[in-house]
């Protein structure tokens, strides 16, 4: 053990420049797979109004009465059969545009009180469906038909399926570049191998020296990159804070996962390059 970690140091230090490289390849993309981790539990509940029905609000003409106004929102309900529609009364209605327009408030009162159109609201899964009623000559207006739920739910969801993309395939990336930095220190050192199997060592201490080269880049990656997962998750906390929304937050066994994979990965690709070789060296 003690051979392997000094053939190892005595490895990165010949190779300091190559080391940066890898342990800066490992971590960026483990801090960004760590980030959106933390983005991707936060935004579930944004996620999951992608496919919430939204209400949209429908004006019906004022000189329908309560019959043809109930035969309307029947036909409706028949030819729609995944919408649900209301009508909201003429209090509720009232309060509402009491609260939204206050200066309503003299012409929605007394005895020369304006006459106001019937709103119903229809509750559907495809919002923008809702705007076919603008045909009929009973409607006169329909609401808006996009949901700024539906439109918070989509862009989450895009945003974590994008960031994770990356960060698979920067992972890959820096598997790939790890084997084959151990592939070309496995060519240099090919002599040293070669006498090391004629003299009886073992593959284990063959390999070794390359594996603690590859783990140690490996280790320092998932430290640095739970730091830099912990500051990406604190500047997105801030902005959210800025505007009114719950801060997301930085699980606090993450930088175990980070570092966990920052070590399993460069092993595995050092242990398949060097079977790999052994295997071409037994062949030949």
């Not at 420049?17 to 933390?38: D, E, H, I």
Request: charged share 20%; proline share 5%.
């Amino acid at each position: 053990m003690a051979h392997a970690l000094e053939e190892g140091l005595a490895l990165l230090r010949r190779r300091g420049t190559v080391s940066a490289v890898l342990a800066l390849s490992l971590a960026v993309p483990l801090s960004l797979a760590g980030f959106t981790t933390s983005l991707g539990l936060w935004s579930r509940p944004f996620v999951a109004l992608e496919n919430k029905a939204s209400v949209v609000r429908v004006l019906l003409h004022p000189r329908m009465d309560a019959g043809q106004r109930r035969n309307w929102i029947n036909e409706q309900a028949r030819l729609h059969q995944d919408w649900t529609l209301s009508e909201v009364d003429r209090e509720a209605l009232e309060e509402r545009l009491k609260v939204w327009f206050p200066y309503l408030e003299d012409l929605l009162e007394g005895e020369n009180a304006i006459e106001l159109p019937t709103l119903v609201e229809v509750k559907a899964g495809v919002p923008e469906e809702v705007s076919v009623l603008t045909e009929g000559p009973a409607v006169i207006a329909v609401g808006p038909t996009s949901s700024i739920d539906r439109v918070l739910g989509l862009v989450a969801r895009t945003a974590t399926w994008l960031l994770g993309c990356i960060s698979a395939i920067l992972l890959a990336s820096a598997f790939s570049l790890v084997a084959t930095w151990i592939h070309l220190e496995v060519y240099r050192h090919a002599d040293e191998i070669t006498i090391m199997r004629l003299v009886g060592a073992t593959e284990s201490a063959i390999r070794s020296p390359f594996v603690v080269a590859a783990l140690i880049p490996g280790i320092c990656a998932g430290f640095a990159a739970s730091v830099g997962t912990w500051y990406l998750v604190r500047m997105v906390a801030v902005a959210a804070e800025a505007v009114g929304l719950s801060p997301p937050a930085f699980p606090v066994w993450l930088p175990a996962v980070e570092i966990g994979i920052g070590v399993i990965l460069p092993v595995v690709a050092a242990l398949l390059t060097m079977a790999r070789h052994a295997r071409v060296g037994d062949a030949e």
